[in-house]
């Protein structure tokens, strides 16, 4: 290429902050010993006490004032783009920045109200951010690929998610970082740089969705669509303090969102928010699966939402270590906490150990999903000349990645089959 990757990547990084409004920069170096960043937004003098009131609500309580009228939501869109664009100079969470598109959606929006309509649904008005490995129309997905900016295609149309969303009355204003190639559990790329975790900037915030878990953390959205095939929300929300879930996969349409193993059937992926409270998980879940799925993907199941009444005594399993990695103690003394307090609620607590050597159904994941040994992947960063983040590089090591044949793929099918049995 003519440009090296790294001029391709600080032109980039520099094209976003700038598209961020003056009013709502801050002088982020002042903030280069500050470990914990969580309470800048609050104290950095930009939000007013209205909008730090509007970014504390969840998701169910904005649209609660917002079908009562309490709330607009140009004033919503106003105090969360405020609020994540302090965000992301401080954690490094986006990748995308439209405000000025959000805004007209909003001034529609309110109209609508304004006019004697009803909501256009649960979402109506409210700020939602997006992954960039959805498509999403009018805009460029990277996915962490410093070649998907260096020739950028702009996507005509939106992933199944978006269109739920949007449909539900969604406002989208930004698009969160993922790391290259969606597929470790930081979330670093040689084009956005490092997303830093918010409670400890010396941390990472998780991955693939640590932009989603960071910009959440810290209000700068109430709520992200996040996707997951080996923990990518899970991770981030658990690093992060978030409310979660990764849904059944093929409960959640999925066409048109990139990924790095796109065309791999064996192991699926999902989509569920992160977000701040388990009312705000009810409501966007159910919203996903109780769409008319055959409208959007063919490949999703139609299974309804369904209302169920849990039992007052639950029972837990309990694994607390995979006999492969012991996790710290800090992460055992959690485990050990948990276990403790669903016991003292009343609930029964089984302890186990996983019934496979899980090395060995490591291996078979890894290589069920990158049974092309990563060429794709290795294409992609040569044509740009960066080169593979350690962390992937590292993993194309431990399991000596190479394609195979099919007869292989079918044996691999064939063992995962029977892990699942034994689990």
Known sequence: ??????????????????????????????????????????????????????????????????????????????????????????????????????????????????????????????????KDTYSVKGHVTTRGYVINKAHPTVSDHDSDVVRIL?????????????????????????????????????????????????????????IAPSTDIGGSIRSPAAFNGLYAIRPTAMRIPKNLWEGTMTGQMSIRDSAGPVCHSIDDVRLVTRLLVSNEQARYDTNAVPVPWREITLPRKLCFGVMKWDRVVMPQPPVLRAIEHTKRALLAAGHEVIEFEPPVDCWELAKCYFDINFQTGGEDTVANVAVSGEPLVPAFANLLKVYNAKSLAASEVIKLNLQMRAFKVLF
């Open 166 to 222: 949007h449909e539900a009355g969604a406002v989208f204003f930004c698009r969160t970082t993922m790391p290259q190639t969606g597929f470790i559990l930081e979330t670093v790329s040689n084009l956005w740089g490092r997303t830093l975790n918010p409670f400890n900037r010396s941390l990472g915030a998780g991955g693939s969705s640590g932009g989603d878990g960071a910009l959440i953390a810290m209000k700068g959205c109430p």
């Open 1 to 130: 290429m003519a440009t090296n990757w790294q001029t391709i990547s600080q032109a980039a990084q520099a094209e976003l902050l700038h598209s961020i409004p003056p009013r709502w920069r801050i002088d982020a170096k002042s903030y280069d010993g500050l470990s914990d960043v969580t309470r800048v937004p609050l104290t950095c003098g930009i939000l007013s006490p209205r909008q730090i009131e509007i970014t504390e609500f969840t998701v169910t309580e904005l649209a609660s004032r917002i079908q009562s009228r309490a709330l607009r939501a140009t004033e919503i869109l106003e105090a969360f783009a405020a609020r994540a664009a302090i965000v992301h100079q401080l954690v490094f969470c986006l990748t995308d920045w439209f405000y000025d598109e959000a805004l007209q959606r909003c001034k529609a929006l309110d109209d609508i109200l304004d006019n004697g309509g009803e909501p256009l649904g649960p979402l109506h008005g409210i700020p939602v951010a997006l």
